[in-house]
């Protein structure tokens, strides 16, 4: 996905949060404060880990009020402590009202993911095992799921189903096989005139020696191995073929498959199984 439409997805959800709590107007706010009187607000951690949408959080801002001043004090990707100031803001404020919400639970979100992705990212420390995410993400912010695992550390692997040709197992099964899906998935691209990369998943050796016989793929994903297998795997595959590591792989078990000398592994807890970071935005 290119810059020019991320920044198209981004505005799209900032627009969607706006209206999902905002609606027809901020009546807490209107009934009490005069539209016109400026404030400013900071934005304190309670929990320490990595930060993540600040950058984000400076967007909403201005799209709120052109005329917000935002102080940047700590970047994105930082690591943070309890009671570290990341960001100042001054605006009207109905603006600082209106947007904390939306701030703190983008960011809350954004720097769990970061921070579990990181944790993740140090266990493979030393190898060169690249963690990357899945599309086990939150419906509509993908983006910013995927902005987040990046800030952590981690890589991001395929944006959709778009993107490129991941022939899972299901895929697979129906297809009657390994090999018939990696030729008709060939056939598809020159056919079509598409270049997208083929990534193929494999629930044994037999499948890999399969996948090494036909080739044409740019991927074998080792699906469910054991550390064993994995180590078997790799010295078979010989380099000639990136390998990727998933399946229920923790932060427990994930530096045992590092250290088989795969090129990444997908973790899918480092963006559905996450813990909010805590934050507060308060008057000063």
């Given amino acids: 996905m290119q810059v020019e439409e991320v920044n198209v997805f981004i505005d799209k ?6 209206a999902e709590d905002i609606g027809d107007g901020d009546h807490s706010s209107l009934a009490c404060i005069p539209p016109h009187e400026r404030g400013t607000a900071q934005l304190m951690m309670k929990q320490e880990g990595i930060v993540a949408g600040v950058a984000l959080a400076e967007r909403i801002y201005r799209r709120l009020d052109p005329t917000a001043t935002v102080q940047l004090l700590i970047a994105d990707g930082t690591q943070v402590g309890y009671g570290d100031i990341v960001f100042r803001v001054e605006a009207t404020v109905h603006t600082l009202l209106q947007a904390e919400r939306i701030v703190l639970n983008i960011m809350q979100r954004m720097s769990g993911i970061a921070t579990q992705t990181n944790a993740y990212v140090q266990r493979c420390a030393g190898t060169k095992a690249r963690v990357l995410d899945t599309r086990k993400t939150t419906p ?4 910013l799921d995927k902005m987040a695992v990046a800030i952590g550390g981690g890589m991001n692997h395929r944006m959709g189903l778009f993107d490129m040709i991941m022939l899972k197992d299901n895929h697979i099964d129906f297809a009657g096989g390994v090999e018939p899906a990696i030729r008709r998935a060939q056939h598809y691209l020159a056919q079509t005139g598409r270049s997208l990369p083929i990534e193929v998943e494999t629930r044994s050796l037999d499948d890999v020696q399969t996948v090494l016989r036909v080739g044409g793929v740019q991927r ?7 550390v064993a297998d994995t180590r078997r795997a790799v010295e078979l595959i010989g380099g000639r073929i990136p390998t990727e590591s998933s399946g229920g792989i923790t932060l427990d078990t994930i530096r045992d498959y590092a250290e088989c000398g795969v090129d990444f592994i997908s973790v899918g807890a480092i963006t559905h199984q996450i813990r909010s970071l805590d934050m507060n935005l308060k008057k000063i």
């Fill in 140 to 143: 509509g912010m993908r983006v």
């Fill in 220 to 226: 074998i994903m080792l699906d469910n191995f054991s």
């Fill in 13 to 18: 959800l900032i627009e969607l949060a706006i």
